[in-house]
């Protein structure tokens, strides 16, 4: 993908997500009679502004896009005129007050709900939770997997995807819980495994978790045949192109994708020579593996995907979808599950047991949101839910500044009777601020070292 394909989808990205987050905001807002003077998308110079409504409301976008907000009659910022200070937001009561500002987070979960639910609804094709043969002396491998193996269930509750099995054994790991797995093997023999979690190092889970237990997704084997390049690749940059049949690679014969992979994975950085058949005329290309991964050994890889011929997509993939009440319910689930799961994550961050390169910044969003985008609209929406949850929650994290600083303040407020004193806000947002340079200074930490490392 392009940079200003990858820019494009980042902007629309932040569009979205920001707007749904103020829009919880100016709602609430309205439905609670405060007067919104202003709802920006963005900071710093307009490049649009318009009035609408009956309080002549300005909407404005502003020129730079990280972040936006909802301006509100208060009197703590500008005098109000006698007739206004009913509409004023710091005469509303404190019930009031909480629900304007717990609005933001909300529509964010509610967004990922919606998004989550149609999903369900439509019916998202998926990888069947079939594993390969694990290699020799990983944890999946001592577990008893063999392959072929389909995980039917895990401690009991039925397994349907490869995403279902990957996000259920990395909760696990992260509490280092043993779990129950129930496969049908071929000839459709139903075994119990048990895999054990409880050794699972914490760089383990910063990684591809499965991938280190041995727990690789199964296809059956594939022609050595190039479906489709991608673009700016080094596959593109050396000139092979979709259709090319690999016959060999460095004078190794090559009979399937995986043979091919597993060549080029070895070689990062060091030109490959491949034997290739294109249009029926036998020739020799010869393509650098661009080196790539941070944690582990760096790996090699070209950017071409297979030619997947008609009835493999059959045999690999199950298309799932649920009726209304229960696409709402799994809807609903999945995004409390992923809000929790990131909570555990924040907090183990916190204590050392997690590492925190797991923050990530612009650079790195942008890049997901890129690499989404051309996946499909499918992989974008799904990408932009898993955003907006991790948006609502660290939103609701307890830190001045933030919205949960600020509901911090409402619920201490409600308990002592009467509002925080201004010089205790004024230090807690010195606190906020420091809190949130720091961890914005590990997001562009993280977002450089992974720019340069691959």
């Known amino acids: 993908m392009s940079l200003l394909q990858t820019i494009t989808a980042f902007l ?3 569009a979205v997500l920001i707007v749904v987050h103020e829009y919880g905001h100016f709602i609430a807002a309205r439905l609670a009679g405060v007067k919104v003077l202003r709802f920006c998308v963005g900071f710093g110079r307009p490049i649009l502004v318009t009035r ?11 020129a730079v896009p990280f972040g936006g907000y909802v301006k509100m009659l208060d009197e703590r910022e500008a005098p109000v005129a006698p007739g206004e200070l009913d509409r004023a937001f710091n005469r509303q009561s404190v019930w009031k007050r909480f629900t304007i500002v717990a609005a933001g987070p909300v529509f964010n979960f509610a967004f990922a709900i919606a998004v989550y639910f149609a999903l369900y609804l439509h ?9 390969a043969e694990p290699p020799a002396g990983t944890l999946a491998q001592r577990a008893g997997f063999t392959a072929a193996d389909r995980v039917r269930s895990i401690d009991g509750e039925p397994i349907e995807t490869w995403q279902e099995l990957r996000w259920r054994i990395l909760q696990a790991a992260l509490q280092r819980h043993a779990l129950s797995i129930e496969v049908i093997s071929t000839g459709d023999r139903i075994r119990a495994l048990r895999l054990d979690l409880a050794g699972v190092s914490s760089e383990e889970v910063d990684g591809d978790l499965l991938e280190r237990l041995g727990m690789r997704l199964y296809h059956p084997p594939l022609p050595a045949v190039l479906g489709r390049v991608i673009g700016g690749s080094a596959a593109e940059r050396a000139g092979l192109k979709a259709g090319d049949r690999i016959e060999a690679a460095d004078a190794r014969p090559v009979e399937t994708w995986d043979d091919l992979v597993r060549i080029v994975r070895a070689r990062p950085g060091t030109p490959v020579g491949l034997n290739l058949v294109r249009d029926g005329q036998r020739m020799v290309i010869e393509v650098t593996p661009e080196a790539t991964g941070t944690d582990g050994p760096r790996v090699g890889r070209i950017g071409a995907a297979p030619e997947i011929p008609p009835n493999h997509a059959e045999r690999i993939l199950v298309t799932v979808s649920y009726g209304i009440a229960t696409s709402l319910e799994k809807a609903v689930a999945k995004t409390w599950d992923i809000s929790i799961f990131s909570l555990r994550m924040l907090g183990r961050m916190l204590v050392g047991e997690v590492s925190w390169r797991h923050l990530s910044g612009p650079v790195t969003i942008a890049d997901y949101a890129g690499q989404s985008a051309q996946l499909g609209w499918i992989a974008y929406v799904t990408f932009l839910a898993l955003i907006s949850i991790s948006l609502g929650v660290l939103n609701l994290l307890p830190i001045p500044l933030l919205d949960g600083g600020h509901l911090m303040y409402y619920a201490l407020e409600i308990v002592k009777g009467s509002p925080v004193s201004e010089r205790s806000i004024e230090l807690g947002q010195r606190v906020g601020l420091a809190l949130l340079l720091v961890m914005m200074a590990f997001a562009f930490y993280n977002d450089i070292n992974r720019l340069f490392s691959g």
Do not use: I, K, Q, S
């Open 12 to 14: 629309v990205a932040l």
């Open 123 to 131: 019916g998202v094709p998926e990888a069947r939770p079939v594993v």
């Open 52 to 62: 609408r409504g009956a309080d002549r409301t300005e909407w404005v976008l502003a």
